[in-house]
Every structure is written in structure tokens, then in C-alpha cells.
């Protein structure tokens, strides 16, 4: 039976090498589907999961807040607890004691003899901030990219969320809210204003009680 010839010139690769060629081609594909954008995707599911599989949590913070009309930054500490699957408080011990809660949509300040409880969506300036807290604890991903375009990234163990605000009114006081942690702990929490204020708080996990 006659055979094709190939062309002159052009040299067919044995037919042994054929099936490692096609290995070759398989995996550059896969390459290219589990591009870096895939991997950091799936990355950033497994850290919410690992991150909202936590029963509970309760960590020391210690908060500055870099204000241009001040020469030192405002510093501030105190303890902050979360409880699955919405309730969030932050309470400040010094320089004075403060309580902000907020639970089932409402936001309850307290200060001294001061007691203020009001919906957190009367605050929409202030309820998307709050939420990409709570929803990075809760491992709510959905919350997340609702309300923020989410940004990840990891170097070695530790981990870096950049929340931008989807809102433009929102967008026009804070340009974006940063998380870092490493494993399922988040340690630091940074507020990027847009005026270029911002204030960042950092957070030592405690142990369960």
C-alpha cells in the first residue's frame, strides 16, 4: 500500500514520541484552565469554608486611625466577638469603654449612660464596612462579591482580601477595606478612605472560652 511521504523538509516526529506529545498538549491546556485567576478562586473558597467553620470567635485588637488634620494617630483597644451567623461586637476599653453591636441588622451603640440601637441599613455608609467583616468571618462569599469587587492573594501562610465597594456612593468615602490573616484567623483589618484617611486594626486571636 503506498504511504504519504511528508514533505520535504519536514521531519514527523516518531511515532513513539506521538502519545508523550499529546501528554504535552493536555497539560498545557490544563494550564491554561487552571490559570492563576482558578487557582487563586478556589483558594479563596477554601479560606472562607476554613475561615467560617469556626464555632465562634474572640480576639484583643488594637486600633490607630491615621487622620491628616492630626500629627499622631488616634489609638484605640479593646476585645472584639463574633458568634455565628450575624452577630458582631466590637468593645473598647480604652482610652474610654465603648460598645458597638451589631446583630440581626441592628446596630446597638453604647457609651456611659448612652444607649442606641437603630437599624444598620439607616447607615448605608456604614453597613457594607461592617458587613465585609462580618461576612469574611462567616465565610459568606456571596455577601462578599455582592457588596465588594473581591481581590485575593497569599504569600507563604498568610492570606490579604481587598474588598472595593461595589457602590459609588459608598466608593466616594472609602476606597477600600483590607483583611490579612493567616490559616483560618484574621489578624489585621485596614479602612483605605478615599480622602486618604484610614485606620488600621490589629487583632490577636484568643483561645475559646
Known sequence: MPQNNPSPGVR???????????RVAWLALAGVLMSPGARADDELGDLLRAVGARPHARATFVEHQHLKLLRRPLESSGELLFTPPDRLEKRTLAPRPESLRVEAGQLTLERGKRHMSVALASYPQLAPLVEGIRATLAGDRATLERLFVVAFSTHAEAWSLSLRPRDAQLARLVSELRIGGQGSDVLRVETLRADGDRSVMDITPQDPQ
Not at 514527523?12 to 499529546?22: D, Q, S, V
Open 12 to 22: 514527523r516526529p516518531p511515532y513513539r514520541l506521538r502519545p508523550l506529545a499529546t
